[in-house]
C-alpha cells in the first residue's frame, strides 16, 4: 500500500539514493520540485533581460562575444531545467503561461535595473557569485534530472563568475570614473544579492521539508553567510566597498557579521512591485507571442514526421 510505497522513498532518500522520474514519490515531493525547478528555469529565462539590454552597447568586441556567451547559456540553462520539470508530467508551455500570468515566481533579483556596464560585472560577481553557493548543493539534490542539471549548469556559472570579476578587476585598474561606476553597481547589488537566498530561516514556510527529502541540502540562512564569508575578501582585492558598516569578522563565530536586508523590499519585489517586474513580464510575454508561430510550425513538423514513419 501506500505506506509502504512512502516508507520504501523514505529510506532511499536517507540513503541518499536518487529518486528518478519513473519511482513512486510522494505527491507533495513532486508539487514541490515542479514548484521550485520551474521557479529556477523562469529566474534563467528572465535573467536574461537585465544583461541583454546592454549587449547592444558593450564597450569592445571581446567583451560582446563574452556577454553574448552567457546570455546565450542562461538560455540553455531554462532549457535544461523546464526538460527537467517536464519529466515530472507538466507541460513547460503550461509552466510559460502561469509565469506570464503571475502565478508562478521567478527569482526577486531580476527585478532590478541594470544602470551601467559596470552592472555587468557586479552581476557576473555577486549574483552568479550567490547562484554558485545556492545550487552547488543542488548538485546533490535527490531528484536526479535535477542533480545531473545542476552539475553542467553550475560550471556554466563559474565562467559566469570570473567574467564578471575580471571585468570589474579591469575596470579597477582604470580611471577614477571607472572605479566609481564599480562602487555605484556594487552598492546597489548587494542586498538584492543577499535576498535571492530566500527569506530567513524563521520564516521559510519550505525548507523544513524540502531538506528532510533532500531537495535542499542547507537553509537559506547558511547559504547567505557562505556567500558572505566567501565575497568580502574578494571585495578586498577589488578594493570596492560593501555598503553595510556592520560587516565585520567575528572570531567567536568563525565568521563574518552583516546587517539584515530589507525584508519589506522583498515581500514587494516578489508579490510583483519591484522596480522592473511589469515590464520583465511584459517582455516575456510579448516574446512568447512572437514566438507562437515557431511552436506551431515545429508540431506541425513533428507530426508530419512520425505519420511518414508510420506510413
Ligand atoms: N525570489 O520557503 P522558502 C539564476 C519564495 S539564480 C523570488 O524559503 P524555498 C542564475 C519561494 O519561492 C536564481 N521568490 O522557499 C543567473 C516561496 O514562495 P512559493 C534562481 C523567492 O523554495 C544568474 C517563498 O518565497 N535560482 O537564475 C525568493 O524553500 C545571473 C518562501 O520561501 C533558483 O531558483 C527569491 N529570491 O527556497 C541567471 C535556485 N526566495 O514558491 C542570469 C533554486 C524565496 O511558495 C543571470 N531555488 N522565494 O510561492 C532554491 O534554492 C529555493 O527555491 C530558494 C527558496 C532558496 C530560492
Known sequence: GTAQLEAEFQNRVAADQRIEPRDWMPEAYRTTLVRQIAQHAHSEIIGMQPEGDWLGRAPSLRRKAILLAKVQDEAGHGLYLYAATETLGVDRADLTERLIEGRQKYSSIFNYPTLSFADVGVIGWLVDGAAICNQVPLCRSSYGPYARAMVRICKEESFHQRQGYELLLTM????????QMVQDATNRWWWPSLMMFGPPDGESPNTRQSMAWRIKRHTNDELRQRFVDITVP?????????????????????HYDFSEPDWDEFTQVIKGYGPCNAERISRRAAAHRRGAWVREAAAAHAAKSRRREED
Not at 579597477?172 to 572605479?179: A, K
Not at 578586498?236 to 568563525?254: K, T
Open 172 to 179: 579597477m585598474s582604470g580611471t577614477d570614473d571607472q572605479r
Open 234 to 254: 574578494q571585495a578586498h582585492r577589488l578594493g570596492v566597498e560593501l555598503p553595510d558598516s556592520a560587516l565585520s569578522w567575528n572570531p567567536e563565530r568563525g
